[in-house]
C-alpha cells in the first residue's frame, strides 16, 4: 500500500507518525553525507544545494527557501519569512552554519511549524566536528482552541 498523504480534509499535521520517522531518518543520513564529504565551515547556502541534491537522489520531493505564509486578521502578510527546506510537504528543515545556535533558531524553526501547520521539524548545525552534535528534532504541538478568550488588563 503506497501512501500518498493524508486526505484533503485533514491537516498535514495528521501524518502517521511512521511516515514521518521515516522521512527525517533519510534527512539526516542525506545530511550526515554531505557533511562527511564537505565538513563544517561553509554557507548555509552551500549545505542547502548539497543536502537538496543528496535528497533527490533518495526520491524525496521537497521546497527549498518554501515561503511562510503569516496571516494577520484574515490577511495573509508578505513579511519575507522561508523556510529552507520542507521535505515531502511534512518536515520542516533549518538548516544553520555557526559555532552555537541561539534560542532564537529553535523560535524561528517552531514558529515555521505552527505558520506551515505541521508537526516535525530538523534543525541542523553544520559547524560542529561529528554532524550529530548538530541534530535537533522538534516537534509541534501547537493547536488553538476555537473558542479561547484572552482577557487584556490595563
Known sequence: MNFTGPPASL????APSSRINLITGKIIGACITVHKAIGPGLLESAYE??????????????????????????VKL???????LVVEGLVVVELKSRESLHPVDHAQLLSHLRLLQLTVGLLINFHVTVLKDGITRMVNDYQEEPDAKVEITY
Open 78 to 84: 508578505d513579511c519575507g519569512f522561508r523556510a529552507d
Open 49 to 74: 544545494a548539497c543536502v537538496g541534491y543528496e535528497l533527490s537522489g533518495l526520491g524525496l520531493q521537497f521546497e527549498r527557501q518554501k515561503p511562510v505564509p503569516l496571516i494577520y486578521h484574515s
Open 11 to 14: 491537516p498535514r499535521r495528521f
